[in-house]
């Protein structure tokens, strides 16, 4: 069970990362057993799935089995097991109240919380890891990447879209994390060398010596005057990309230097699709990963929609995966009919070709939630051993107005196990939903842009969610209670295993940790040895 998060070291210090951090010191290139691909949570105390409920449903059977990763196989997140998120929640709350089980709900955040940055918003934000989903602290310093924008250039914090770099920030290891802010190191790259004219989320892996890889989502907007002003409407470009440079430390602080960027991949319009076929496609968000069950070979996640021209695909069955002859299935015509079929997130899988990671080929979706949802963000592959076995967790986030016509979901972590990195993946708690902000799901579905006041004021405080080591979850704030946002969230942490999950409310101050907590479990390079 984790300590207080007041007392970091503890956390960091168990046994075993300990003899791991001995392990990797006197080595260049960083690697761990597959038992210890990531720290694993601490379980929650039942396993077991929620019971059905009466009225709705039954979800989906999945077997978690695992498939060779080139292979043609896609795990649905089908409408039956989405409906389940509904038979979990509460009908007869009153309006604006939480209506999910606490076991699935961030504690709230309170209004007064502190700015991050008083000269740009924060948002996306991740680690400096290794190949493992292993959190570096590089020299002494722990490292973090954030989307930001910057707060005075007179646009508002909802067109921070297409206005977005990539930033860093660093502070000392032994840092208090309740106390001490993290220091903003300003743009990761320089002006008008990226790949693009924004940069959205991905992923940075210390490599070998100082050399780090920054895996981004290269956005192009040709319409940013427009959109800052109110208007505009031109649809981006997106590419996945990569830009390999070096980080130092000192007593001073984190630098970078020495970017050399690369274009990876653009969506093919067949597997995932590209922005002839939809102004509104998704591709972002690279998030790349070594599979102990495959030595040698470097994957990727990322989101994506399934290929073809928007309004073209049809629900099938198997995208609504109800049981035959179950009493509460929907009529698949009635789905159609409502245009549930505009709605097709994927979670994409690429494989790298060299050594270099600068050649990739498409695999075939490990995900699709078609009929169900429209986004699938930032997922991220995390691996932990459960009774002496690898076990898959698919994590992602998603916003309740980007589910099909009659879903209902709230912002937030969802959550797939399985036993590979292609598994016919079970979702957790039955219904996908890992973490959701508080939200009365018997209200319409809102944006947080413009909220009502007779939903609950927390529907939106948190978003972006990052799964680490540990169950800790990290996010930012977007809207707490009319507040706007801009900084990150209090840590939160959720306890997992075997597909169920529940939140830890012995966790720091009711279930909320410090304000963007995000630990480091292995040392590189020296504790505060600058060499």
């Not at 046994?15 to 057993?33: I, K, R, W």
């Not at 597959?34 to 409920?53: H, L």
């Not at 505009?232 to 470009?237: E, F, K």
């Given at each position: 069970?984790?300590?207080?998060?007041?007392?970091?070291?503890?956390?960091?210090?168990?046994?075993?990362?300990?003899?791991?951090?001995?392990?990797?010191?006197?080595?260049?290139?960083?690697?761990?057993?597959?038992?210890?691909?990531?720290?694993?949570?601490?379980?929650?105390?039942?396993?077991?799935?929620?019971?059905?409920?009466?009225?709705?449903?039954?979800?989906?059977?999945?077997?978690?089995?695992?498939?060779?990763?080139?292979?043609?196989?896609?795990?649905?997140?089908?409408?039956?097991?989405?409906?389940?998120?509904?038979?979990?929640?509460?009908?007869?709350?009153?309006?604006?109240?939480?209506?999910?089980?606490?076991?699935?709900?961030?504690?709230?955040?309170?209004?007064?919380?502190?700015?991050?940055?008083?000269?740009?918003?924060?948002?996306?934000?991740?680690?400096?890891?290794?190949?493992?989903?292993?959190?570096?602290?590089?020299?002494?310093?722990?490292?973090?990447?954030?989307?930001?924008?910057?707060?005075?250039?007179?646009?508002?914090?909802?067109?921070?879209?297409?206005?977005?770099?990539?930033?860093?920030?660093?502070?000392?290891?032994?840092?208090?994390?309740?106390?001490?802010?993290?220091?903003?190191?300003?743009?990761?790259?320089?002006?008008?060398?990226?790949?693009?004219?924004?940069?959205?989320?991905?992923?940075?892996?210390?490599?070998?010596?100082?050399?780090?890889?920054?895996?981004?989502?290269?956005?192009?907007?040709?319409?940013?005057?427009?959109?800052?002003?109110?208007?505009?409407?031109?649809?981006?470009?997106?590419?996945?990309?990569?830009?390999?440079?070096?980080?130092?430390?000192?007593?001073?602080?984190?630098?970078?230097?020495?970017?050399?960027?690369?274009?990876?991949?653009?969506?093919?319009?067949?597997?995932?699709?590209?922005?002839?076929?939809?102004?509104?496609?998704?591709?972002?968000?690279?998030?790349?990963?070594?599979?102990?069950?495959?030595?040698?070979?470097?994957?990727?996640?990322?989101?994506?929609?399934?290929?073809?021209?928007?309004?073209?695909?049809?629900?099938?069955?198997?995208?609504?995966?109800?049981?035959?002859?179950?009493?509460?299935?929907?009529?698949?015509?009635?789905?159609?009919?409502?245009?549930?079929?505009?709605?097709?997130?994927?979670?994409?899988?690429?494989?790298?070709?060299?050594?270099?990671?600068?050649?990739?080929?498409?695999?075939?979706?490990?995900?699709?939630?078609?009929?169900?949802?429209?986004?699938?963000?930032?997922?991220?592959?995390?691996?932990?051993?459960?009774?002496?076995?690898?076990?898959?967790?698919?994590?992602?986030?998603?916003?309740?107005?980007?589910?099909?016509?009659?879903?209902?979901?709230?912002?937030?972590?969802?959550?797939?196990?399985?036993?590979?990195?292609?598994?016919?993946?079970?979702?957790?708690?039955?219904?996908?939903?890992?973490?959701?902000?508080?939200?009365?799901?018997?209200?319409?579905?809102?944006?947080?842009?413009?909220?009502?006041?007779?939903?609950?004021?927390?529907?939106?405080?948190?978003?972006?969610?990052?799964?680490?080591?540990?169950?800790?979850?990290?996010?930012?704030?977007?809207?707490?209670?009319?507040?706007?946002?801009?900084?990150?969230?209090?840590?939160?942490?959720?306890?997992?295993?075997?597909?169920?999950?529940?939140?830890?409310?012995?966790?720091?101050?009711?279930?909320?940790?410090?304000?963007?907590?995000?630990?480091?479990?292995?040392?590189?390079?020296g504790n505060g040895l600058y060499k």
């Amino acid at each position: 069970m984790h300590k207080h998060p007041n007392t970091p070291r503890m956390l960091r210090w168990r046994p075993a990362a300990a003899a791991l951090v001995a392990t990797v010191a006197a080595t260049a290139f960083l690697a761990v057993p597959s038992a210890q691909a990531n720290e694993p949570s601490d379980p929650p105390a039942s396993t077991q799935m929620p019971t059905p409920t009466p009225g709705f449903p039954l979800p989906t059977p999945h077997t978690q089995t695992a498939h060779d990763p080139a292979s043609d196989f896609t795990s649905k997140w089908t409408r039956a097991d989405a409906k389940q998120i509904m038979a979990q929640s509460d009908s007869k709350v009153k309006p604006g109240q939480n209506s999910m089980s606490p076991d699935v709900t961030m504690p709230e955040i309170p209004e007064d919380f502190p700015a991050m940055n008083d000269d740009v918003w924060v948002w996306d934000t991740w680690s400096l890891t290794d190949e493992n989903a292993n959190q570096i602290s590089y020299k002494g310093y722990d490292v973090i990447f954030s989307l930001v924008a910057d707060r005075h250039a007179g646009y508002g914090f909802d067109q921070r879209h297409w206005n977005a770099r990539i930033g860093y920030f660093f502070r000392k290891t032994n840092a208090d994390p309740a106390k001490d802010k993290w220091n903003y190191g300003g743009h990761l790259f320089l002006d008008n060398t990226s790949i693009g004219n924004t940069e959205w989320s991905g992923s940075t892996r210390l490599m070998q010596g100082n050399h780090v890889n920054v895996f981004y989502t290269a956005t192009t907007f040709y319409d940013v005057k427009e959109r800052n002003a109110g208007g505009g409407g031109i649809a981006p470009d997106a590419a996945i990309a990569k830009a390999l440079g070096n980080i130092h430390a000192d007593k001073n602080g984190v630098t970078f230097d020495g970017f050399q960027h690369t274009k990876l991949l653009e969506p093919d319009g067949k597997l995932y699709q590209n922005k002839a076929q939809n102004p509104g496609f998704a591709f972002r968000d690279p998030y790349t990963f070594a599979d102990p069950a495959h030595p040698g070979k470097t994957f990727m996640v990322f989101e994506g929609n399934t290929g073809g021209k928007r309004g073209d695909y049809r629900c099938k069955d198997e995208d609504l995966g109800y049981a035959k002859g179950d009493p509460n299935a929907e009529n698949l015509a009635e789905v159609n009919s409502k245009g549930a079929y505009y709605q097709t997130a994927n979670v994409g899988l690429a494989v790298a070709d060299n050594k270099d990671l600068t050649k990739w080929h498409f695999l075939p979706p490990v995900l699709s939630a078609n009929c169900v949802n429209d986004q699938t963000e930032r997922p991220q592959i995390f691996i932990q051993n459960e009774g002496g076995k690898n076990k898959y967790y698919l994590f992602t986030i998603s916003h309740q107005f980007t589910y099909a016509a009659g879903m209902r979901g709230p912002d937030g972590v969802y959550g797939f196990v399985g036993n590979g990195v292609r598994s016919d993946y079970q979702p957790m708690n039955n219904s996908g939903l890992a973490l959701g902000s508080p939200t009365d799901l018997n209200l319409p579905s809102e944006s947080p842009e413009a909220p009502t006041p007779n939903q609950n004021g927390r529907q939106f405080q948190a978003y972006s969610h990052y799964v680490q080591p540990g169950g800790l979850v990290q996010s930012f704030i977007d809207n707490v209670n009319g507040v706007r946002g801009g900084s990150l969230s209090p840590t939160v942490k959720i306890n997992f295993r075997d597909g169920v999950s529940k939140v830890d409310r012995s966790f720091g101050k009711n279930g909320l940790g410090p304000f963007g907590y995000l630990p480091t479990n292995v040392h590189v390079g020296g504790n505060g040895l600058y060499k």
